[in-house]
């Protein structure tokens, strides 16, 4: 099992960045693809992006492509968003989750709290 724990979300103005972070417990890590899902207000989860268990794969929603980037680090069990460009309909609680590489929600079984991301315009 794996527990997931979310961190970096904030306020930011249009045009400026985020990291997010996802610390995993135990010790399976490097077992999993690791997602990141995103779902705002009145709407459902949507996928954001996803990364291979060695990390050299990755595949990214079209709306966060050029803009987002998933990095992981095994011996750190932490897995990585760095959000830049960010506009306003990035607003959104932002999940990590640890799974299977897909963009499917149902493909991952460990799931974070989710952490706030607000951008002003």
């Known amino acids: 099992q794996v527990q997931l724990v979310e961190s970096g979300g904030g306020l930011v103005q249009t045009g400026g960045s985020l990291r997010l972070s996802c610390a995993a417990s135990?010790?399976?890590?490097?077992?999993?693809?690791m997602g990141w899902f995103r779902q705002a207000p009145g709407k459902e989860r949507e996928f954001v992006g996803t990364?291979?268990?060695?990390?050299?794969?990755?595949n990214y929603a079209a709306a966060v492509k050029g803009r987002f980037t998933i990095s992981r680090d095994n011996a750190k069990s932490t897995v990585y968003l760095q959000m830049n460009s960010l506009k306003p309909e990035d607003t959104a609680v932002y999940y990590c989750?640890?799974?299977?590489?897909?963009?499917?929600?149902?493909?991952?079984?460990?799931w974070g709290q989710g952490t706030q991301v607000t951008v002003s315009s």
């Open positions: 989750a640890a799974g299977v590489f897909s963009t499917q929600a149902s493909s991952y079984a460990y």
């Open positions: 135990g010790r399976t890590f490097s077992r999993y693809d």
């Open positions: 990364i291979s268990q060695s990390g050299g794969f990755t």
